[in-house]
Nanobody, 115 residues
């Protein structure tokens, strides 16, 4: 089972930027479909962005045009570049890896956007 560790969260003002990273260990990273999800207090976890093993990307409608997901298979790392952040982007952001019907979650990293 792949282990995932997120980093890069923090406190930022509205309009600012953050870059999240997710490092995967003990795995052939390139075979995994990867995603970023987020969960705000009192809300369900939602998809932010997804990238297939082949590099095809998809985004949630609320972040399209502001966030960019990417992966570096040589470094076993997934990224999420977040620009033009809004207070409603405040949430815990989770990394997810999926392959062959199995999935793994990271522990999450807090992103707080102040107005």
């Amino acid at each position: 089972q792949v282990q995932l560790v997120e980093s890069g969260g923090g406190l930022v003002q509205s309009g600012g930027s953050l870059r999240l990273s997710c490092v995967a260990s003990r795995t052939i990273f390139s075979i995994y479909a990867m995603g970023w999800y987020r969960q705000a207090p009192g809300k369900q976890r939602e998809l932010v962005a997804h990238i297939s093993s082949g590099g095809t990307t998809n985004y949630g409608s609320s972040v399209k045009g502001r966030f960019t997901i990417s992966r570096d298979n040589a470094k076993n790392t997934l990224y999420l570049q977040m620009n033009s952040l809004k207070p409603e982007d405040t949430a815990v952001y989770y990394c997810h890896a999926a392959s062959g019907g199995f999935g793994s979650w990271g522990q999450g990293t807090q992103v707080t956007v102040s107005s």
